[in-house]
């Protein structure tokens, strides 16, 4: 009886044990914008629409919105804190600066484990030595590191269970994207355009961090298939060699993916964005050059190149094309919305890339006249740096004042969209550049520029105001800004939108705030202590509505911000969780 009744609790044990770790499922990930008491993936749900369900909070009661618990990332390590954290079961994940990952009691803040990634000396990371967020997947926790690494933690223990190298962080590699889960496979992107790196997408099965496929971003470069034990095939040359890029600068392009991705299961397809081609100076590369500043939408199960379109052909400004492509239902179709960093607004078939239409959803935009008929820009050669070549002493080409600065209309912060207003909600901002070209040589590891800039602020009467940031909520449908909220310092944290109505963003001067998503009339502000350069989400959690997100500034534009980074030199730095609920009467 004892033996039979010891079997049974055994039994019931594993039962109970399966349940606990039956793990996150590809299905789970697919319904993860339906789904309330999880967040599963970068932009809460993989489409990135970064839209909730949840109305539990209205612009009646968000009023009563107060902290329910903080937590302190402690330590030195502050900088920028750029992450968008996971909830699985009552269990919150968050990376945080030097690729360090937390994981928290959700309810209470309680520290549950750290995981702290011990980075070698000389990475070169470009914008700051932040993470945007893990991937979950089964039992793991999987995220990049600094020093382009992949590692896959236990959720229950934070211990490694495995570990796989992306490329060589001594060549300018360097990864700080959240990965995302599409058709079972786990896809990351690269970072450090900067060092001419080369971009590309990469599947990998996520349980063991082995290679599926590979897709390079730049034409002329081979992808590859990979077997259950690791041996590469040929998968075919992306694009033509030598088509858009004439002599050998394509083998150091840059169009690094550095922000990661978006996936859509109704299309099948993943959707990334390609960083600026290498080096700035674009008179050393005549031709579109292909892929850079583009999005490249990618057949998760071949790794094959289904359609592109570039945003900034022969790109002279630094103007990545790597902001996130957001699909959404418009007229039938389904669509994707890009806030692109110059400037641009554009909506595309999401299954065929045609092009629908695009509008500035900046007010200084002087680099192109506007787009053709085909959404390919009108270039102004007035606003275009000049060939160092063609000066007297050949080592500085004309200085132009162009707008917007190489930080971008819209950079790493990702706006939000809404299915019941039908609007999206674009962190942007209103800045220009002096910049220049000069003479470069490609040096392994070394920046690989070849320009000179200063970034500035505007003519109050040029953008109708004296400010940086703007939240605006932008029409898809008519290119029009049905509002916007304005901020001093320039926005560098994301948007999140509710069916309760209401938007929330940080800003720099460390307020989370929430706007009526209808109006634009702000209803609630809270002050956190430290910049927000990061996006909130929100989940339900024993019949409660949380809402959360991560403070501490940083980020690009300290350190690349020239006179702007000088007007907000007095932020404080800091690195911490902060989660709100409703006062209870």
Request: net charge neutral.
């Amino acid at each position: 009886m004892k033996r039979t009744a010891l079997a049974a609790l055994v039994l019931t044990a594993c039962a109970h044990s399966s349940i606990a770790y039956a793990g996150v499922t590809d299905a789970d990930i697919v319904n993860d914008a339906k789904t309330t008491g999880n967040v599963l993936s970068w932009g809460m749900g993989t489409e990135g629409q970064r839209f909730s369900p949840l109305k539990q909070i209205t612009p009646k009661n968000v009023k009563r919105l107060v902290p329910a618990w903080s937590y302190s990332y402690g330590g030195e390590k502050q900088r920028g804190q750029e992450a968008q954290p996971l909830i699985i079961d009552g269990k919150m994940f968050v990376t945080a600066s030097y690729s360090r990952v937390f994981a928290l009691d959700a309810k209470t803040g309680k520290r549950l484990w750290t995981y702290e990634h011990r980075l070698p000396e000389g990475i070169m990371p470009c914008c700051d030595v932040i993470n945007r967020g893990a991937a979950a997947f089964d039992n793991l926790i999987i995220y990049a590191t600094l020093d382009a690494q992949l590692i896959a933690l236990d959720q229950a223990t934070g211990k490694v269970v495995w570990k796989e190298k992306i490329d060589d962080y001594q060549a300018g590699y360097s990864s700080s994207a959240a990965p995302i889960i599409a058709g079972g496979l786990l896809l990351t992107g690269v970072s450090g355009g900067e060092f001419g790196i080369i971009g590309r997408v990469e599947a990998r099965d996520p349980k063991t961090g082995k290679m599926v496929w590979m897709r390079p971003t730049i034409e002329g470069h081979m992808g590859y298939r990979y077997d259950a034990d690791g041996n590469k095939t040929e998968a075919g040359i992306s694009g033509t060699t030598n088509a858009t890029w004439p002599g050998d600068l394509w083998k150091v392009g840059g169009a690094a993916t550095w922000l990661g991705g978006t996936y859509d299961a109704k299309t099948g397809l993943a959707y990334f964005g390609t960083g600026n081609p290498a080096p700035w100076n674009s008179h050393l590369r005549p031709g579109d050059n292909l892929y850079s500043c583009s999005t490249v939408a990618i057949d998760v199960k071949t790794g094959e190149i289904k359609w592109h379109f570039q945003s900034t052909p022969n790109d002279g400004w630094d103007y990545d094309g790597v902001n996130e492509f957001v699909t959404f239902d418009m007229n039938g179709k389904r669509m994707g919305g890009k806030a692109d960093r110059n400037g641009f607004f554009y909506v595309l078939d999401a299954n065929t890339g045609k092009f629908e239409r695009g509008f500035p959803f900046v007010k200084a935009l002087n680099w192109a006249k506007g787009l053709d008929e085909n959404g390919r820009p009108i270039y102004d050669p007035a606003n275009r740096p000049g060939d160092p070549s063609a000066g007297a002493d050949g080592k500085k080409g004309s200085v132009v004042f162009a707008t917007p600065s190489f930080l971008g209309g819209k950079n790493q912060m990702p706006m939000a969209y809404s299915p019941d207003t039908g609007l999206f909600y674009v962190p942007s901002n209103e800045w220009g550049m002096e910049i220049w070209n000069e003479p470069i040589t490609y040096k392994k590891g070394a920046a690989y520029l070849g320009a000179g800039f200063t970034i500035k602020t505007l003519d109050a009467k040029e953008i109708g105001g004296d400010y940086i940031g703007a939240l605006r909520a932008v029409d898809p449908k008519t290119g029009k800004i049905v509002w916007e909220v304005r901020n001093n310092a320039p926005l560098w944290g994301g948007a999140m939108v509710t069916r309760g109505g209401l938007v929330f963003w940080g800003t720099p001067e460390g307020y989370l705030k929430a706007a009526d998503a209808k109006t634009g009339k702000e209803v609630w502000s809270f002050q956190v202590g430290t910049g927000i350069v990061a996006p909130p989400i929100t989940w339900d959690q024993d019949g409660e509505q949380y809402i959360a997100v991560t403070a501490g500034w940083g980020g690009a534009v300290p350190l690349w911000g020239g006179d702007v980074a000088k007007k907000v030199s007095y932020l404080n730095q800091g690195g911490s969780m902060w989660v709100f609920k409703l006062l209870k009467d």
